[in-house]
């Protein structure tokens, strides 16, 4: 498979965020039961993985949100049609109790044994 080929059709949208700890079973449940449907019924995404960030500080409350999306136009797509709305309603209940970092990324290769 030609690289270039690789390189664009993995793109990936990734949301890295910091939550005050009295809000963490509240924020899990809607994001897995209201927020991410919300954003998956975009079509702009293949799929979502949510993981729990594993930190050193005691007490530290941090997930990762990783969107595959199905190409680089989707996810054009997705900032400009659905982005600010679903993150106004994120921003609506939990504002204050959150910090969040969102990145994308290209995925190059991925490397199996």
């Known amino acids: 498979m030609e690289d270039s080929l690789i390189y664009n059709s993995n793109v990936l949208y990734n949301v890295t965020i910091s939550l ?6 509240d924020w899990l ?3 897995q ?5 919300d954003v998956l019924k ?3 995404f293949l799929r979502c993985l949510i993981s729990k960030v594993n930190g050193n500080e005691p007490g530290e409350c941090t997930y990762s949100v990783l969107y595959w999306a ?5 996810l054009d797509r997705y900032f400009n049609e659905f982005a ?3 993150q106004q ?4 209940r939990y504002d204050g109790k959150f910090v969040a970092f969102r990145t994308t990324m ?3 290769n991925t490397l199996e044994p």
Request: hydrophobic share 30%; proline share 6%.
């Open 106 to 108: 290209n995925v190059i």
């Open 29 to 31: 449940h809607w994001m």
């Open 70 to 74: 199905k190409n680089a136009t989707s």
């Open 20 to 25: 005050d700890p009295s809000i963490e079973t």
């Open 42 to 44: 975009s079509a702009c």
């Open 84 to 86: 600010q709305r679903l």
């Open 33 to 37: 039961h209201t927020h991410i449907p």
């Open 89 to 92: 309603e994120h921003t609506s």
